[in-house]
């Protein structure tokens, strides 16, 4: 079983990975929108979708340090992180269209929801590890 420890560390270490997907994130929202003139609720989930590659290496690496096989882990990572830009999406839309939010704001709050319901389900299911048959809790 994992103690607090290691799951407030497992938490920080999520922060840093987040932070840098999160920078991915803004600077296409930001470029796309203002640059290229992009509706800002399509560009907001293009740089979500940039940002997919970068947060799960370091995720998977860094963050909990998985042994997990990538076939089954990116699998699970992709349809955790798909709910996880539908919910953006929503959020994100509802902030800024009916709130009226300014949307790198909106954007920065609606980040915070979702990275901490995805720290949750891929803390419990697409990295955790899975017992093996030796017991050593290793397999995906």
Same mark, same amino acid.
């Given at each position: *079983? @994992? %103690?607090?420890? %290691? @799951?407030?560390?497992? +938490? ?40 997919? #590659? ?9 963050? +909990?340090?998985?042994?997990? %096989?990538?076939?089954?882990?990116? /699998?699970?990572?992709?349809? /955790? @992180? *798909? ?5 953006n999406t929503v959020l994100f839309a509802a902030a800024t269209?009916?709130?009226?939010? #300014? ?6 709050? &609606? @980040? &915070? ?6 720290f949750l389900v891929n803390r419990a299911f697409t990295f955790?590890?899975? #017992? /093996? #048959? %030796? ?6």
């Amino acid at each position: *079983m @994992t %103690d607090r420890n %290691d @799951t407030a560390a497992q +938490f920080v270490r999520y922060g840093i990975a987040g932070g840098s997907a999160l920078g991915v994130h803004l600077l296409v929202l930001w470029g796309l929108h203002h640059g290229f003139g992009v509706d800002k609720v399509l560009a907001s989930a293009i740089g979500f979708l940039c940002a997919i #590659p970068v947060n799960y290496w370091l995720q998977h690496r860094f963050v +909990f340090r998985s042994r997990s %096989d990538h076939r089954i882990a990116a /699998t699970r990572y992709v349809a /955790t @992180t *798909m709910a996880g830009l539908a919910l953006n999406t929503v959020l994100f839309a509802a902030a800024t269209l009916v709130l009226a939010i #300014p949307y790198l704001l909106a954007q920065v709050a &609606v @980040t &915070v929801l979702v990275f901490i319901a995805n720290f949750l389900v891929n803390r419990a299911f697409t990295f955790a590890a899975r #017992p /093996t #048959p %030796d017991g050593n809790g290793a397999g995906a």
